[in-house]
T-cell receptor, first 114, second 118 residues
Framework: AQTVTQSQPEMSVQEAETVTLSCTYD???????LFWYKQPPSRQMILVIR??????QNATENRFSVNFQKAAKSFSLKISDSQLGDAAMYFC???????????FGKGITLSVRP | GAVVSQHPSRVICKSGTSVKIECRSL??????MFWYRQFPKQSLMLMAT?????????EQGVEKDKFLINHASLTLSTLTVTSAHPEDSSFYIC??????????????FGDGTRLSIL
């Protein structure tokens, strides 16, 4: 069975600084997809970034980028120039196959210090 | 972008009441919808996968008779919590995937329903 591990329950970053959130996963599949979702206090689930396993190039979305290490089964999220609005819970998720369910990590609570 | 509407956003009711939560895809057709439960500061726990026109697939440990799921059309799935009790109080979130989507396409989430059973 696929598992997603986020071992850090909380992190804090100074506004305008850079922070990296860690995620590891375990799978026997060769074709799969990885996601980072943000859940602010409103509890709305917001897609931050996604990565296809077959792509070697790391995905980037503005201030958000990932470091995808397929061999190590690692998928970390880097947030540059952190903003107060980045404060939220962040979930790493894995999916494989058409119409497949997502497996979520436990999540990490990110706080941003002004 | 794809929009999923979940209603109601907040429910407070007495123990023993049955509560229905709706999940609608507003601008796309969803063959598959997912229902999650989330406790405070915890991750999303998948309860069941709802497929249009067929029976839902429940995760291990989720009571089928307690959490009734109906996916009658390509734009609507409902979750009914039958004879709700205080331990059913939680945050319930639905998500939907489009007809032609592949697993690289993200699930689109509703805004969730906060259920409180007194």
């Amino acid at each position: 069975a696929q598992t997603v591990t986020q071992s850090q329950p909380e992190m804090s970053v100074q506004e305008a600084e850079t922070v990296t959130l860690s995620c590891t996963y375990d799978t026997s599949e060769s074709d799969y997809y990885l996601f980072w979702y943000k859940q602010p206090p409103s509890r709305q689930m917001i897609l931050v970034i996604r990565q296809e396993a077959y792509k070697q190039q790391n995905a980037t979305e503005n201030r958000f980028s990932v470091n995808f290490q397929k061999a190590a089964k690692s998928f970390s999220l880097k947030i540059s120039d952190s903003q107060l609005g980045d404060a939220a819970m962040y979930f790493c998720a894995y999916g494989a196959g058409a119409n497949s369910k997502l497996t979520f990590g436990k999540g990490i609570t990110l706080s941003v210090r002004p | 972008g794809a929009v999923v509407s979940q209603h109601p956003s907040r429910v407070i009711c007495k123990s023993g009441t049955s509560v229905k939560i709706e999940c609608r895809s507003l601008d796309f057709q969803a063959t598959t919808m997912f229902w999650y439960r989330q406790f405070p500061k915890q991750s999303l726990m998948l309860m069941a996968t709802s497929n249009e026109g067929s029976k839902a697939t429940y995760e291990q440990g989720v009571e089928k008779d307690k959490f009734l799921i109906n996916h009658a059309s390509l734009t609507l799935s409902t979750l009914t919590v039958t004879s709700a009790h205080p331990e059913d109080s939680s945050f319930y979130i639905c998500s939907a995937r489009g007809v032609d989507s592949h697993s690289n396409q993200p699930q689109h989430f509703g805004d969730g329903t906060r259920l409180s059973i007194l």
